[in-house]
Antibody
């Protein structure tokens, strides 16, 4: 059974920073890419970022390029999303999700962690 | 504005067939696989269809996917009240080097 558990969400002021964590279990983590996807209140799903199994390839959505950084620690089955210069538009639920292999959308998802950006 | 286009809502009565469309372009659906998800409020999105028309274990065969050219569809047969949810299509976009989602379709039964 694939498990993905996100944490690190909370309330942050505009311009502030937050680091999200995704801990995985139930599959070969070091062989799997991981995505971050978010959902703003009342809006649809928006893809945020992807990191390849070895950490050597990373992709970002246009709305977060230059502000967010994805990384991973395969020794701890963990992926991080460092979010800087946060804006109100970054608020929402952030999901981490397992890549099925190749350049494809995710397959298994976590339940998400909530990020609020407010002064 | 989503890269993939879905109708914002769809509805049907129990037992009916429902069809949700997803329109894209050459750089996404035209050359890559389509995935479909069911999402209930407060829950993790659930994969319904992968690689255009494949069902993961445990997904009822009432759900089926189809792709042709730069468009795809999710078909739900024998509609049930528990099918009320938001449905999203997604694909990899080679030009953007990104996963792109449709805007989502809210299904009412």
């Amino acid at each position: 059974q694939v498990y993905l558990v996100e944490s690190g969400g909370g309330v942050v002021q505009p311009g502030g920073s937050l680091r999200l964590t995704c801990v995985a279990s139930g599959f070969s983590f070091s062989d799997s890419g991981i995505h971050w996807v978010r959902q703003a209140p009342g809006r649809g799903l928006e893809w945020v970022s992807f990191i390849r199994f070895d950490g050597n390839k990373k992709y970002y959505g246009d709305s977060v390029k230059g502000r967010f950084t994805i990384s991973r620690d395969n020794s701890k089955n963990t992926v991080f999303l460092q979010m800087n210069t946060l804006k109100s538009a970054d608020a929402g639920v952030y999901f981490c999700a397992k890549d099925p292999g190749g350049t494809n959308p995710p397959e298994s998802w976590g339940r998400g962690t909530l990020v609020a950006v407010s002064s | 504005q989503s890269v993939l286009t879905q109708p914002p809502s769809a509805s049907g009565t129990p037992g009916q067939w429902l069809y949700i469309s997803c329109s894209g372009g050459a750089s996404n659906i035209g050359t890559n696989y389509v995935y479909w998800y069911q999402h209930l409020p407060g829950a993790a999105p659930k994969l319904l269809i992968f690689k255009n028309d494949q069902r993961p274990p445990g997904v009822p065969d009432r759900f089926s996917g189809f792709k042709s050219g730069t468009s795809a569809s999710l078909n739900i047969g024998g509609l049930r009240s528990e099918d009320e949810a938001d449905y999203y299509c997604a694909s990899w976009d080679g030009r953007l080097s990104a996963v792109v989602f449709g805007g989502g379709t809210k299904v009412a039964v």
